[in-house]
């Protein structure tokens, strides 16, 4: 009788978990996953920049993955010279330009363009802009052959250091700044 009375409640268990609704998400769940999602992207060691402004009346965006110098040294080293460089970290640093526009006096139809540049011990730099923009491993995916332009642009060694790299959307253009490099780029 013991045995039979245990079988029965042991079937009575099974059959009360198994008659359980699913659990499902609540919207305060699905928050939080949203919210742990974009916490881990600002958490990037290298996070992702977007900058927005106007050349000429003209509307341009850039977005690119900002390192710091993190008492490394980056030119020669981290970022060697006379190699094709994506121009921040993570993914390729990209422009997107709503109208045609003129970049080093290279005509350049509007669009998205992915921008390495050739970093040199000395003497001009080379700035590329490449129609594969949308690379999710930076340099590592370029291919010349997609080149929409190549100039060459004079960087301006300067004293003081900037801690993280940026690219602004000022005269002449674009002006990149990481440690102790500014690289303007003429874009009208």
Same mark, same amino acid.
Not at 65 to 70: L, W
Not at 99 to 107: D, F, I, L, N, R
């Given at each position: 009788? +013991?045995?039979l009375i245990l079988a029965v409640s042991a079937l009575l268990a099974v059959n009360l978990v198994s008659c359980q609704p699913p659990?499902?998400?609540?919207?305060?769940?699905?928050?939080?996953? $949203?919210?742990?999602?974009?916490?881990?992207?600002?958490?990037?060691?290298s996070p992702t920049e977007v900058k927005e402004g106007a050349i000429g009346g003209k509307a341009i965006r850039v977005t690119?993955?900002?390192? $710091?110098?993190?008492?490394?040294?980056?030119?020669?080293?981290?970022?060697?010279?006379? =190699?094709?460089?994506?121009?921040?970290?993570?993914? $390729?640093?990209?422009l997107d330009l709503a109208q045609p526009m003129t970049v080093e006096?290279?005509?350049?139809? $509007?669009? +998205?363009?992915?921008?390495?540049?050739?970093?040199?011990?000395?003497?001009k730099w080379t700035?590329?802009?490449n129609s594969d923009w949308d690379l999710e491993h930076g340099h590592f995916q370029y291919d010349e052959k997609n080149d929409v332009m190549?100039?060459?642009v004079s960087p301006v060694w300067e004293e003081t250091s900037?801690?993280?790299?940026?690219?602004?959307?000022?005269?002449?253009?674009? =002006?990149?700044?990481?440690?102790?490099? +500014?690289?303007p780029i003429t874009i009208q």
């Amino acid at each position: 009788m +013991k045995k039979l009375i245990l079988a029965v409640s042991a079937l009575l268990a099974v059959n009360l978990v198994s008659c359980q609704p699913p659990k499902t998400e609540t919207l305060d769940e699905s928050v939080e996953t $949203a919210e742990a999602e974009t916490a881990s992207e600002d958490e990037r060691p290298s996070p992702t920049e977007v900058k927005e402004g106007a050349i000429g009346g003209k509307a341009i965006r850039v977005t690119y993955g900002s390192p $710091a110098v993190k008492g490394r040294t980056i030119w020669g080293d981290l970022v060697p010279y006379n =190699v094709v460089w994506r121009t921040g970290a993570n993914e $390729a640093t990209y422009l997107d330009l709503a109208q045609p526009m003129t970049v080093e006096g290279k005509s350049v139809p $509007a669009g +998205k363009y992915s921008l390495f540049t050739i970093p040199k011990e000395s003497g001009k730099w080379t700035v590329i802009l490449n129609s594969d923009w949308d690379l999710e491993h930076g340099h590592f995916q370029y291919d010349e052959k997609n080149d929409v332009m190549r100039v060459e642009v004079s960087p301006v060694w300067e004293e003081t250091s900037v801690e993280r790299l940026s690219i602004e959307i000022e005269s002449p253009g674009l =002006v990149l700044r990481w440690e102790k490099v +500014k690289l303007p780029i003429t874009i009208q």
